[in-house]
Protein backbone atom coordinates (compact mmCIF):
# COMPACT_ATOMS: atom_id res chain seq x y z
CA UNK A 1 0.00 0.00 0.00
CA UNK A 2 3.01 2.05 1.12
CA UNK A 3 4.62 1.65 -2.39
CA UNK A 4 1.39 2.66 -4.01
CA UNK A 5 0.92 5.86 -2.19
CA UNK A 6 4.85 6.64 -3.38
CA UNK A 7 4.11 6.03 -6.58
CA UNK A 8 1.16 8.52 -6.97
CA UNK A 9 2.76 11.14 -5.21
CA UNK A 10 5.64 10.31 -7.45
CA UNK A 11 3.78 10.94 -10.36
CA UNK A 12 1.72 13.88 -9.26
CA UNK A 13 5.58 15.76 -8.62
CA UNK A 14 6.19 14.75 -12.14
CA UNK A 15 3.07 16.70 -13.21
CA UNK A 16 3.29 19.76 -11.34
CA UNK A 17 7.13 19.72 -12.34
CA UNK A 18 5.78 19.77 -16.26
CA UNK A 19 3.18 22.04 -15.43
CA UNK A 20 5.62 24.45 -14.31
CA UNK A 21 8.69 23.78 -16.75
CA UNK A 22 6.79 22.40 -20.09
CA UNK A 23 7.38 25.32 -22.90
CA UNK A 24 3.96 24.38 -24.33
CA UNK A 25 2.23 24.32 -20.80
CA UNK A 26 3.96 27.77 -20.10
CA UNK A 27 2.57 29.46 -23.38
CA UNK A 28 -0.69 28.14 -22.76
CA UNK A 29 -1.06 29.62 -19.44
CA UNK A 30 0.67 32.75 -20.72
CA UNK A 31 -2.11 32.98 -23.34
CA UNK A 32 -5.05 32.46 -20.80
CA UNK A 33 -3.39 35.02 -18.47
CA UNK A 34 -3.02 37.80 -20.98
CA UNK A 35 -6.59 36.96 -22.38
CA UNK A 36 -8.03 37.09 -18.83
CA UNK A 37 -6.21 40.02 -18.03
CA UNK A 38 -7.35 42.01 -21.05
CA UNK A 39 -11.05 41.06 -19.92
CA UNK A 40 -10.10 42.00 -16.53
CA UNK A 41 -9.08 45.65 -17.97
CA UNK A 42 -11.78 46.34 -19.83
CA UNK A 43 -13.86 46.49 -16.62
CA UNK A 44 -11.82 48.52 -15.09
CA UNK A 45 -13.54 51.63 -12.97
CA UNK A 46 -13.78 55.36 -14.01
CA UNK A 47 -13.37 57.72 -11.49
CA UNK A 48 -16.09 60.29 -11.84
CA UNK A 49 -15.93 63.62 -9.65
CA UNK A 50 -18.82 64.69 -7.56
CA UNK A 51 -17.74 68.21 -7.78
CA UNK A 52 -16.61 69.46 -11.01
CA UNK A 53 -12.84 70.10 -9.91
CA UNK A 54 -10.47 73.02 -12.30
CA UNK A 55 -9.47 72.03 -15.71
CA UNK A 56 -5.76 71.90 -14.71
CA UNK A 57 -6.66 69.26 -11.73
CA UNK A 58 -9.12 67.28 -13.63
CA UNK A 59 -6.28 66.81 -16.30
CA UNK A 60 -3.50 65.71 -14.05
CA UNK A 61 -6.02 63.54 -12.19
CA UNK A 62 -7.07 61.71 -15.75
CA UNK A 63 -3.28 61.31 -16.73
CA UNK A 64 -2.90 59.93 -13.38
CA UNK A 65 -5.48 57.20 -14.22
CA UNK A 66 -4.68 56.45 -17.26
CA UNK A 67 -0.84 56.11 -16.55
CA UNK A 68 -2.33 53.59 -14.22
CA UNK A 69 -4.73 51.64 -16.25
CA UNK A 70 -2.13 51.86 -19.51
CA UNK A 71 1.04 51.44 -17.14
CA UNK A 72 1.19 49.89 -13.87
CA UNK A 73 -1.70 47.57 -13.71
CA UNK A 74 -1.45 45.17 -17.03
CA UNK A 75 1.86 43.85 -15.69
CA UNK A 76 0.51 43.45 -11.96
CA UNK A 77 -2.91 42.10 -13.03
CA UNK A 78 -1.01 39.51 -15.25
CA UNK A 79 0.99 38.45 -12.81
CA UNK A 80 -1.76 37.52 -10.30
CA UNK A 81 -3.70 35.76 -13.13
CA UNK A 82 -0.56 33.54 -13.99
CA UNK A 83 -0.16 32.87 -9.83
CA UNK A 84 -4.14 32.12 -9.55
CA UNK A 85 -4.19 29.30 -13.11
CA UNK A 86 -1.03 28.02 -11.73
CA UNK A 87 -2.68 27.33 -8.35
CA UNK A 88 -5.60 26.07 -10.41
CA UNK A 89 -3.64 23.76 -12.62
CA UNK A 90 -1.94 22.54 -9.34
CA UNK A 91 -5.25 21.73 -7.86
CA UNK A 92 -6.63 20.04 -10.14
CA UNK A 93 -3.89 17.74 -10.27
CA UNK A 94 -3.87 17.30 -6.20
CA UNK A 95 -7.32 16.70 -6.43
CA UNK A 96 -6.66 13.74 -8.86
CA UNK A 97 -3.92 12.20 -6.54
CA UNK A 98 -6.52 12.29 -4.28
CA UNK A 99 -9.00 10.56 -6.14
CA UNK A 100 -6.02 7.92 -7.54
CA UNK A 101 -4.79 7.39 -3.49
CA UNK A 102 -8.63 7.24 -2.73
CA UNK A 103 -8.91 4.68 -5.20
CA UNK A 104 -6.14 2.38 -4.22
CA UNK A 105 -7.47 2.69 -0.80
CA UNK A 106 -10.68 0.91 -1.91
CA UNK A 107 -8.46 -1.81 -3.99
CA UNK A 108 -6.45 -2.68 -0.86
CA UNK A 109 -9.45 -3.73 0.66
CA UNK A 110 -10.74 -6.32 -1.56
Same mark, same amino acid.
Given at each position: ?????????????????????? *???????????? *? %??? $?? !????? *?????????????????????????? %? %???????????? %????????? !????????? $????????
Amino acid at each position: MKQKFAEALKEYRKEVFKVEHD *HDELENLTQEAL *H %LTE $DS !LQNAY *HYHFHKLPTADRAEVINMINNYTLEA %L %LPPIVEKITRRQ %LMMERKLEL !LVHLLEEAL $DRIGDGDE
